[in-house]
């Protein structure tokens, strides 16, 4: 176990349907991640959040969101699914938003659309 | 965006031979990581390298990072079945990008 939870382990929905993806941090880590994992893309980052705030934004599409809690949990929002979009979909965190410092990331949501 | 390059992308060896797989980029990095995923699995941290040059050793995996900073390698030794895995590299940038990894399956 990393620390890092991941909920649902996997997700089969239709196209045009919204999902809502959810990331428990480890234990005192502020910054939260979200990567994406398709067989031929590799780890492609989508966004960041410490602390609440966003900190970076990567490759993430405008029909997906998220945000984090003031818990420190976050949710990535998924709308308007297309075939494509099916992947892995993986939250980590880190203790700092400082470079350089390790990601923890969990097991992965695995999201089939159909 | 700071690129990193993996190489090979897939590599296939029988269990007992030496390897090594590399990471490259263009671009000064103040740090590179290194992670192994599993199929089903998140990646794990492996290790960091921080200062040009630095060799990092973890048991049959030696690591280790290019004077300019731009490079690092992974060399294991005896590989075994159970090395078998996508060993990424990572490097910040204002978030972590990874490169595409190599994948390699380590055969009785």
């Known amino acids: 176990d990393s620390g890092v939870t991941q909920t649902p382990k996997h997700l089969i929905t239709a196209t045009g349907q919204r999902v809502t993806l959810r990331c428990s941090p480890r234990?005192?880590?502020?910054?939260v991640y979200w990567y994406q994992q398709s067989l031929d893309q590799g780890l492609q980052f989508l966004i960041q959040?410490?602390?609440?705030?966003?900190?970076a934004k990567g490759n993430i599409l405008e029909r997906f969101s998220a945000q984090q809690f003031p818990d420190l949990h976050s949710e990535l929002n998924l709308s308007s699914l297309e075939l494509g979009d099916s992947a892995l979909y993986f939250c980590?965190?880190?203790?700092?938003?400082?470079?350089?410092?390790?990601?923890?990331f969990g097991s992965g949501t695995r999201l089939t659309v159909v | 965006t700071q690129l990193l390059e993996q190489s090979p992308q897939f590599l296939s060896i029988q269990e007992g031979e030496n390897l090594t797989v590399y990471c490259n980029s263009s671009?000064?990095?103040?740090?590179l990581q290194w992670y192994r995923q599993e199929p089903g699995e998140g990646p794990v941290l492996l290790v960091t390298?921080?200062?040009?040059?630095e060799v990092k050793k973890l048991k049959r995996l030696t690591f280790q990072f290019g004077d300019a900073r731009k490079d690092s390698s992974l060399h294991i030794t005896a590989a075994q079945p159970g090395d078998t895995g996508l060993y990424l590299c990572?490097?910040?940038?204002?978030?972590?990008?990874f490169g595409a990894g190599t994948r390699l399956t380590v055969k009785p």
């Open positions: 959040y410490y602390n609440g705030e966003e900190r």
């Open positions: 980590a965190s880190s203790a700092q938003t400082a470079h350089g410092y390790g990601y923890t």
């Open positions: 390298v921080v200062t040009g040059g």
């Open positions: 671009s000064v990095f103040s740090s």
């Open positions: 990572a490097g910040p940038g204002g978030d972590m990008r």
């Open positions: 234990s005192g880590d502020l910054s």
